[in-house]
């Protein structure tokens, strides 16, 4: 096993702002140079994952002319940087460009150059990790010093949570498009090993998430975290995609025949399944670079969207509702693509205190709620093809906001209203609160 993961995360926002200071041009250095900070998250003892949330340039005047390198920063950048470190207690990267499409190596300057800038910052707070980021038109390089290692490491994935995501995991190797994913090749030449390397959550297994697991392991996902703590019975047979009928009896555990599904369809497919409520697992949830939520209340929502918000997790939330009206009943459902730093739930109206109150009123009232089999299709399915354009951005929509209302009794599914009047901003999740949540002691 290996013994360091990292994982690095920046916001969109952020990756805009580093990409339009690094190309802005200099008087007389050839490239330019900045810092990035973040929050560091201990996941478990071999996992780090490093979100970033802020990015420090350096002034015109603080560069050196030398001709012999692209950049060269003066001592002042750096203590500034230094500076940030020690009043924050956070992470600091160096980043640079590389104006080159394909991922970027570090040049001979890089290699004498830049880890002493490292152990500079490691010796402010040597328990924080810190390291340099190198950036090109598309791609990432990155290394990493932990405490307690000698070598830099290099991180496992590298991405930018905006829609389309960049995604990029350094020793990637190519994936040949093998016959079974031959007719999806229009998702790009990247697209088998992004979906070989993603780690995917799916919270709830119920009516759709049983939907979505199964379509994406057609796709050709193979880590899965699989998040329930129900079991199959016969209220829910009327809708749990791959349960069997013997399994009623056997009392399986909604997570056991998801994998069972999974497996079937892709079977060197790497499952870690979590028999519990999510919130009894976060290292796990955490590890995920996209979740789906298929969970049944207004509060377990808003308490999974603000958990992947601290860890820069796009969100793909789906869920049906049968209501009875004057005319009859009426089936409406909604997929919601909730991506950190952009309007979230309660922007987009779909969560408010008025829902949240009715709810926790009715609670433990309401046994067996109306739910039946093709509208948790439907939306399992337009959930998917929502994931499969953030990860490969085939379709060449950018900054894309997904809100999609169904109504299903006309079998239509259209963007919602609401998407209209949206501000483009959140303000009820911000990026100063990454990471865990830090308790002020009075
Ligand atoms: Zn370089
Ligand atoms: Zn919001």
Redesign the pocket.
Known sequence: MKTNIIKLRLPGSLYQRIMTDLNRPHDFAYERVGFIFGITTIINEHTRLITFNEYQPVDDDNYIEDDSV?ARIGSRAIRSAMQQVMDQSCSAFHV?L?NHKGQPN??G??IAGLPPVIDSLANIDPDQPHGVL?LSKDSFFAWVKVKGEIQLVIPEIISVVRYPMVIQFPSEKKVALNKLLLRQSFLGERSPAIFEHIKVGVVGLGGGGSHLVQQLAHLGIKHFTLFDFDKVEDSNHNRLIGAHFADIKLKLSKTEIAKRLILAINPTAKITIVNARWQEATDKLQQCEVVFGGVDTYGDRGQLEAECRRYLIPLIDIGMDVHETEQGFHISGQVILSMPSQPCMRCMGFINEDKLALEAAKYGKVGGRPQVVWPNGLLASSAVGIFTDLVTGWSGQKERVVYLAYDGNSGLISNHIRLEYLEPNCDHYTLEQLGPPKFIKL
Do not use: F
């Open positions: 692209g640079h590389h570090p040049s300057d890089d190198i």
